[in-house]
Structures are given as structure tokens and as C-alpha cells.
């Protein structure tokens, strides 16, 4: 190796993309007042993203591998069942 060199360690973020995507289509189903819609797209992409981490190896999900395979499941699928149960709890027609 030269001086100044050191090895290439180039991450990849796998299908962390898939995250990002969909928090893309729900950011923008909420901007059109959307709520409801939003909240479960976003849902469905955590348990997307859940099943993801599950059956794939780590080098395939990329930047969703946080801590072991079964604390990022059971973490992606609570937050998805608190947001779903929190979007459907939603008061969204006016009080009048």
C-alpha cells in the first residue's frame, strides 16, 4: 500500500433506499392532506423493511442492519403497529 492510502471501505446502504423511498411517497401523501394515507404508507414500509431485515442476509439490507437481526425486527414492527394504531386514532373531520 502506498503512503497515505489506506484500505477502501466503501458502505453500502442496501435496501435502506426502499426506507427512504417510501418516506418519500408518505412525506408527500401527507403535504396533499393526505394524513391517514401517509401514516399507513409509512407503516407499510417499516414492515416492509422488517420482513427485509428478517429473511436477508446483512449484506443485502444494508444500512437497515443496526443491532441483531431479531432487536431490528421486533423494533421496525413496533414502531409500524404504534404509527398504524396512532394514524387510525386520528380526529381528522372539523368539529362542526
Known amino acids: ?40 404508507a409509512l407503516a407499510g414500509v417499516l414492515v416492509v423493511a422488517a420482513v427485509a431485515r428478517a429473511v436477508l442476509p446483512e449484506e443485502r439490507v444494508g444500512g437497515l442492519v443496526v443491532r441483531s437481526r431479531v432487536f431490528d425486527v421486533a423494533t421496525l414492527l413496533v414502531l409500524a403497529a404504534a404509527l398504524t394504531v396512532v394514524t387510525l386514532a386520528l380526529k381528522l373531520s372539523p368539529p362542526f
Open 1 to 40: 500500500m502506498k503512503r497515505g492510502q489506506g484500505p477502501r471501505i466503501i458502505p453500502t446502504l442496501g435496501l435502506w433506499w426502499v426506507m427512504a423511498a417510501g418516506l418519500a411517497v408518505g412525506l408527500a401523501l401527507a403535504y396533499f392532506d393526505h394524513l391517514r394515507r401517509a401514516g399507513i
